[in-house]
């Protein structure tokens, strides 16, 4: 498997643009996690999915926000309007709770690094 | 996040002992993780240990549960370059990260 793949990698947008960041999970992984990693914050969790249902989004900053997985193998996370203060890096994560050792092991995407202008 | 808490910096020479050390809240989680991300990548799992053990030894890497005190650390010998990277511990019931602790090896 090649592993959790993001896009895009890197992302230049000016203020109050759209952006959509994509990620896909390993195949037969029924978590999906989105968490941002800034200097000042560390690596927040910003919402998480079970067999595609949101099941926890109270890490997600505002209702610019907004993350849809619409099966299992694509999910993405939208920020309209974009503003500086969003400039971060986005990670993807997944997991199984189907064996595995050890069990919950996350396994991450590369990131997507967004700025905001 | 809220539920862990580690030091953010730490700094040793090459061929040093590293220890980072973690308190976190959550009791319920059978597995404590220590996972290592290094400059532009994403989180991977470094090692684990089980919530009934003490510690756990693997090669040059050694945990440490303290379940009372809920504290949790891990222990580096001989550290090498390589090793310069940013420490997170979680639970595997709370996947909640803290800010982790950026470790810098000077040659």
């Known amino acids: 498997d090649a592993g959790v793949i993001q896009s895009p990698r890197h992302e230049v947008t000016e203020m109050g643009q759209e952006v959509t960041l994509r990620c896909k999970p390993i195949?037969?992984?029924?978590?999906l996690f989105w968490y941002r990693q800034t200097m000042m914050r560390g690596l927040e969790l910003l919402i998480y999915?079970?067999?595609?249902?949101?099941?926890?989004d109270s890490g997600m900053p505002e209702d610019r926000f907004s993350a849809k997985m619409p099966n299992a193998s694509f999910s993405t996370l939208k920020i309209q309007p974009s503003e500086p203060r969003d400039s971060a890096v986005y990670f993807c994560?997944?997991?199984?709770?189907?064996?595995?050792?050890?069990?919950?092991?996350?396994?991450f995407g590369e990131g997507s690094r967004l700025t905001v202008l | 996040g809220e539920d862990v808490e580690q030091s953010l910096f730490l700094s040793v020479r090459e061929g040093d002992s590293s220890v980072i050390n973690c308190t976190y809240t959550d009791s319920s989680s059978t597995y404590l993780y220590w996972y290592k991300q290094e400059p532009g990548a994403g989180l991977q799992l470094l090692t684990y240990?089980?919530?009934?053990?003490d510690m756990k030894q693997d090669q040059r890497l050694t945990v440490l549960l303290n379940k009372k005190d809920k504290h949790l650390s891990l222990r580096i010998a001989d550290t090498q370059t390589g090793d310069s990277a940013i420490y997170f511990c979680?639970?595997?019931?709370?996947?909640?990260f803290g800010a982790g602790t950026r470790l810098t090896v000077k040659p």
């Open positions: 240990i089980f919530s009934n053990m």
């Open positions: 195949s037969g992984h029924d978590y």
């Open positions: 994560a997944s997991s199984s709770s189907n064996g595995g050792t050890p069990p919950g092991e996350l396994f």
């Open positions: 999915f079970n067999n595609n249902v949101p099941i926890d």
């Open positions: 979680a639970g595997e019931n709370d996947m909640r």
